[in-house]
């Protein structure tokens, strides 16, 4: 059955930058809180950089989640059977439970050592999700 993703020749293409738009937003948040968990922007009061961070963050996911669910819809078989895509879907899981993880410990309160690896390990892992996200399409 053909789509408007699949008919129409700009269809595709807009998703595929709001996907980039949406990763962008969550990568890029992510590494600015990070650095203040390291230490870096001290004069920024914490609550408010993570409340800003993360709801940008969060609409970024939505954003990547949205668009890459309408993409997967048009080739489900072809990504199931594509290693990358696997490997990305399992990444993204990992990186769910570490944010879960993250938060449920308390670890914006903390900034502890413990803190510091959550965040080297989701920003580790989004940046492998990214990268996995392009080998798909090779």
């Known amino acids: 059955m053909l789509t408007p993703?699949?008919?129409i020749p700009w269809a595709y293409p807009a998703l595929e930058a709001t996907h980039i738009?949406?990763?962008?937003?969550?990568?890029?948040?992510?590494?600015?809180?990070?650095?203040?968990v390291f230490g870096g922007a001290a004069a920024l009061p914490m609550p408010a950089l993570a409340r800003l961070s993360l709801t940008l963050a969060l609409i970024g996911?939505?954003?990547a989640a949205t668009s890459g669910l309408l993409?997967?819809?048009?080739?489900p078989a072809e990504l199931l059977a594509n290693?990358?895509?696997?490997?990305?879907?399992?990444l993204l899981a990992v990186a769910g439970l570490?944010?879960?993880?993250?938060?449920?410990?308390?670890?914006?309160?903390?900034?502890?050592?413990t803190a510091r690896r959550q965040m080297l390990v989701s920003t580790g892992l989004w940046i492998a999700?990214?990268?996995?996200?392009?080998?798909?399409?090779?």
């Open 129 to 138: 999700v990214v990268i996995c996200g392009r080998w798909i399409a090779y």
């Open 61 to 63: 996911f939505s954003l």
């Open 83 to 90: 290693r990358a895509f696997v490997v990305k879907m399992g």
């Open 21 to 36: 738009v949406g990763i962008a937003l969550l990568l890029g948040n992510l590494v600015a809180l990070e650095v203040r």
């Open 5 to 7: 993703l699949t008919t």
């Open 71 to 75: 993409m997967f819809a048009t080739q």
């Open 98 to 113: 570490n944010a879960a993880w993250f938060h449920r410990r308390g670890s914006l309160r903390k900034l502890d050592t």
